[in-house]
């Protein structure tokens, strides 16, 4: 082969969530020969809803998903109910104009929420549908223990090592691929406990709608999310919203702790005494739950860079979120993006790197800004804004402080920012 003619690359993705598998579906149709190391079976992915916004929607229309068969349930902005009466909060948010504006009107997409089982059986179906572009091939139960960032090369626990051409490091929160890359350009890796516990779980959409006391917030909630708080304070909450087409109904509960406390227990006479203050129909919602899965919230600092060598981090991996604005999962799409509009069929061995500096351009700042927002309720995100200024760019700006209106500024410039755009505008037409 000529020097400097277009190759299919040999790319290694480590982790099959819903980055690994985007990243695999995105990057098949240049014809890209692609290995993907999933250390888990993935028939056990984690059971609860995520939602998905029109940032996310638009990198997987993109990409043909079908949003029918994986059983998207359009939801609309929050509304709020007092736990203790059951009856609704109104103006809980400042009022604002923007709040009423509809995304859906905006972008084309609405927000979505989807059982994870459901969004990753059509991600997974996407990326490896054989129609003569490319191949994917998946390795599960294959753990990569050894990484080589320079060479993208990777360790299975076997023994056996691969080499690829680019590797991609979307394993998720606990990444080896980050651990690695940040051992290479030398950082630390900063952990901080917020002070928050998550509970999570799901119901059936039965066990729910018998119940007359629940009813106005059960039919509230088919098309919006709902949020339920204490009648003073906002910070102790329950985020309740459906998923697979209104059958399966996902709770959250989110309960500020004290910095550096015990580990939370997973236990529901513990979770029970958190929320006491609630109504006995809202209680009813933790007992029914077969399984609550309770974690403490820890946040970790931006990196400096998702490309080091010839490895790029991706999702959870580069920039884990936390659950508060919802955008972790929109962030690994965007990710996913970046990576189609850059390694295409006529890439070239020796633009390597060059294209994974131009991943950093495109998406450092921006996954960095909503990183650190992702770490503290929206009603606080506003007073992040100096914080912020470094990340900001002059096609994401960030809201005056005393902006009565920038809370809604921000969430709508989040959920509708076209990535296909800026990497127009970064790229050019050269690598569309
Ligand atoms: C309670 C909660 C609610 C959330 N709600 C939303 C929401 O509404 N909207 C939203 O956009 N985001 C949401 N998020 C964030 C979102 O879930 C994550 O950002 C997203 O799932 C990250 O995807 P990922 O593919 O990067 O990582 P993961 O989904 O963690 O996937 C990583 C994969 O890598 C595999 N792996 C790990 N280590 C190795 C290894 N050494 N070798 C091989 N494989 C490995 C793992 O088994 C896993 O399959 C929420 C998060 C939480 C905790």
Same mark, same amino acid.
Request: a negative charge.
């Given at each position: 082969?000529?020097?400097?003619?277009?190759?299919?690359?040999?790319?290694?993705?480590?982790?099959?969530? *819903?980055?690994?598998?985007?990243?695999?579906?995105?990057?098949?149709?240049?014809?890209?020969?692609?290995?993907?190391?999933?250390?888990?079976?993935?028939?056990?992915?984690?059971?609860?809803?995520?939602?998905?916004?029109?940032?996310?929607?638009?990198?997987?229309?993109? *990409?043909?998903?079908?949003?029918?068969?994986?059983?998207?349930?359009?939801?609309?902005?929050?509304?709020?109910?007092?736990?203790?009466?059951?009856?609704?909060?109104?103006?809980?948010?400042?009022?604002?104009?923007?709040?009423?504006?509809?995304?859906?009107?905006?972008?084309?997409?609405?927000?979505?929420?989807?059982?994870?089982?459901?969004?990753?059986?059509?991600?997974?179906?996407?990326?490896?549908?054989?129609?003569?572009?490319?191949?994917?091939?998946?390795?599960?139960?294959?753990?990569?223990?050894?990484?080589?960032?320079?060479?993208?090369?990777?360790?299975?626990?076997?023994?056996?090592?691969?080499?690829?051409?680019?590797?991609?490091?979307?394993?998720? *929160?606990?990444?080896?691929?980050?651990?690695?890359?940040?051992?290479?350009?030398?950082?630390?890796?900063?952990?901080?406990?917020?002070?928050?516990?998550?509970?999570?779980?799901?119901?059936?959409?039965?066990?729910?709608?018998?119940?007359?006391?629940? +009813?106005?917030?059960?039919?509230?909630?088919?098309?919006?999310?709902?949020? *339920?708080?204490?009648?003073?304070?906002?910070?102790?909450?329950?985020?309740?919203?459906?998923?697979?087409?209104?059958?399966?109904?996902?709770?959250?509960?989110?309960?500020?702790?004290?910095?550096?406390?015990?580990?939370?227990?997973?236990?529901?006479?513990?979770?029970?005494?958190?929320?006491?203050?609630?109504?006995?129909?809202?209680?009813?919602?933790?007992?029914?739950?077969?399984?609550?899965?309770?974690?403490?919230? +820890?946040?970790?600092?931006?990196?400096?860079?998702?490309?080091?060598?010839?490895?790029?981090?991706?999702?959870?991996?580069?920039?884990?979120?936390?659950?508060?604005?919802?955008?972790?999962?929109?962030?690994?799409?965007?990710?996913?993006?970046?990576?189609?509009?850059?390694?295409?069929?006529?890439?070239?061995?020796?633009?390597?790197?060059? $294209?994974?500096?131009?991943?950093?351009?495109?998406?450092?700042?921006?996954?960095?800004?909503?990183?650190?927002?992702?770490?503290?309720?929206?009603?606080?995100?506003?007073?992040?804004?100096?914080?912020?200024?470094?990340?900001?760019?002059?096609?994401?700006?960030?809201?005056?402080?005393?902006?009565?209106?920038?809370?809604?500024?921000?969430?709508?410039?989040?959920?509708?920012?076209?990535?296909? $755009?800026?990497?127009?505008?970064?790229?050019?037409?050269?690598?569309?």
């Amino acid at each position: 082969m000529e020097p400097g003619s277009p190759i299919k690359l040999n790319i290694l993705i480590v982790g099959a969530g *819903i980055a690994g598998l985007t990243a695999a579906a995105s990057l098949r149709a240049a014809g890209h020969k692609i290995t993907i190391f999933e250390s888990s079976t993935l028939l056990d992915e984690v059971g609860a809803a995520i939602t998905i916004a029109p940032n996310g929607s638009r990198v997987l229309a993109h *990409i043909e998903f079908d949003f029918e068969a994986a059983k998207g349930v359009s939801v609309k902005s929050p509304s709020m109910y007092f736990g203790d009466t059951l009856k609704e909060r109104k103006n809980a948010f400042p009022v604002s104009a923007v709040w009423n504006i509809d995304v859906e009107d905006m972008t084309g997409f609405p927000n979505r929420s989807f059982h994870r089982v459901d969004l990753h059986n059509e991600l997974k179906k996407l990326a490896l549908r054989d129609d003569g572009q490319g191949t994917v091939e998946v390795h599960l139960g294959a753990r990569i223990v050894r990484v080589d960032i320079e060479n993208a090369e990777v360790g299975l626990d076997d023994g056996r090592l691969w080499k690829g051409d680019l590797l991609i490091g979307a394993d998720g *929160i606990h990444s080896c691929v980050r651990k690695a890359a940040l051992e290479y350009s030398g950082e630390t890796e900063d952990i901080e406990d917020l002070g928050w516990d998550i509970s999570r779980w799901l119901l059936d959409r039965k066990d729910v709608e018998e119940d007359d006391e629940l +009813r106005e917030v059960y039919v509230k909630g088919n098309d919006r999310s709902v949020w *339920i708080t204490p009648h003073e304070g906002q910070s102790k909450r329950l985020v309740w919203y459906t998923c697979r087409n209104g059958e399966v109904q996902n709770m959250v509960a989110l309960i500020p702790t004290s910095k550096g406390e015990a580990e939370p227990e997973p236990d529901l006479d513990n979770i029970l005494e958190q929320f006491s203050d609630f109504h006995p129909s809202l209680l009813k919602l933790f007992k029914k739950a077969e399984t609550i899965k309770t974690w403490r919230l +820890r946040n970790r600092n931006p990196i400096k860079s998702f490309a080091n060598g010839k490895t790029v981090l991706i999702g959870d991996a580069a920039h884990p979120n936390l659950p508060f604005n919802g955008q972790g999962g929109n962030q690994a799409l965007e990710d996913c993006a970046v990576l189609q509009r850059l390694f295409t069929a006529e890439t070239t061995k020796d633009t390597i790197l060059e $294209k994974l500096k131009l991943f950093n351009t495109i998406r450092w700042k921006r996954a960095s800004r909503i990183q650190i927002s992702s770490g503290v309720p929206g009603s606080q995100v506003n007073d992040l804004t100096e914080r912020l200024k470094e990340y900001e760019e002059q096609d994401d700006l960030l809201p005056a402080e005393d902006d009565p209106d920038g809370l809604a500024k921000r969430w709508v410039g989040d959920l509708t920012y076209d990535i296909f $755009k800026k990497c127009d505008e970064v790229l050019g037409g050269a690598n569309k």
